[in-house]
């Protein structure tokens, strides 16, 4: 009935290209979402209510990780990316260094969401991203759909490509992922913590504006050679960085915290 190549089961139907999947409902939000968001913005809400409703969007963000990509190095890249959005990024310490060395008009919103409504808007966005309709046999409002399912898709890909390039250089290949060492790393404090990435970015920037340059023609042998990979790193961090920058433009203009 479906093809040689098609496994159906009690949960899903899948071929080589394709899955569907009968009960999607653990895979998206709660119908009563909107209430579980005033909820959580209420301030006589206690910590322990709101924490658990962070928890129950963390198991949503992981538990769709099986529909990002078929390629385990993706999935694995998707989930720490995920983990570390939770736990550990201080993301207003992020938005603040482009907006206090950038023009903050240029970042402002006129209704700025909450923190909560932000990752529900990620999760809709990571859905669309992971959610395929075929856009060459689609018309009219279907097809926008599907043109914009395409768009997060390739968002996020790139995303996790960049994440993915990070994580290579926070973690070499000599030092197991879940040592210490990463943790005091140059590069796991750049891009990570105090997010000189994004601070590298601005100051090239500004001393672009301001016609200031540099002469190596001055500089001895050994000061060039140290200057050449001090400036491979710092071309590194500004590329990362512009990323970045971009990325957190467009989460202003989504209402996301991708």
């Known amino acids: 009935m479906y093809g040689d190549k098609t496994i159906v089961t009690k949960n899903a139907i899948t071929n080589s290209i394709y899955s569907l999947i009968r009960d999607k409902t653990k895979y998206l939000l709660w119908t009563d ?5 005033n909820t959580y913005n209420n301030e006589k809400t206690k910590d322990k209510v709101k924490r658990d409703i962070l928890k129950r969007l963390y198991r949503r963000f992981i538990r769709v990780n099986v529909f990002v990509s078929n390629t385990k190095m993706v999935k694995d890249t998707y989930k720490d990316y995920v983990r570390y959005k939770f736990i550990k990024e201080d993301y207003h310490l992020k938005e603040s260094i482009i907006s206090s060395l950038d023009n903050p008009k240029s970042i402002a919103s006129d209704s700025i969401p909450s923190e909560i409504e932000t990752i529900v808007k990620s999760f809709e966005f990571v859905i669309k991203a992971i959610s395929y309709i075929p856009e060459d046999s689609s018309k009219g409002c279907t097809y ?7 768009i997060c898709r390739q968002i996020l890909k790139n995303i996790l490509t960049i994440e993915h390039e990070k994580m290579k250089q926070l973690i070499p290949q000599s030092i197991p992922w879940n040592d210490e060492k990463i943790r005091v790393s140059t590069p796991y404090l750049d891009y990570r913590i105090q997010f000189n990435h994004l601070k590298k970015v601005m100051k090239y920037r500004n001393n672009n504006d301001k016609g200031i340059t540099t002469n190596d023609d001055t500089k001895k042998k050994s000061e060039k050679k140290k200057s050449a990979i001090t400036n491979k790193l710092d071309l590194q961090l500004q590329a ?5 920058k971009c990325l957190i433009y467009l989460n202003k203009s989504l209402g996301t915290r991708l």
């Not at 979402?33 to 968001?37: P, Y």
């Not at 926008?144 to 395409?150: F, V």
Request: glycine share 6%; net charge negative; proline share 0%.
């Open 144 to 150: 926008d759909i599907a043109r914009d399912n395409t």
């Open 240 to 244: 990362i960085g512009e990323f970045d």
């Open 33 to 37: 979402v909107k209430q579980i968001i």
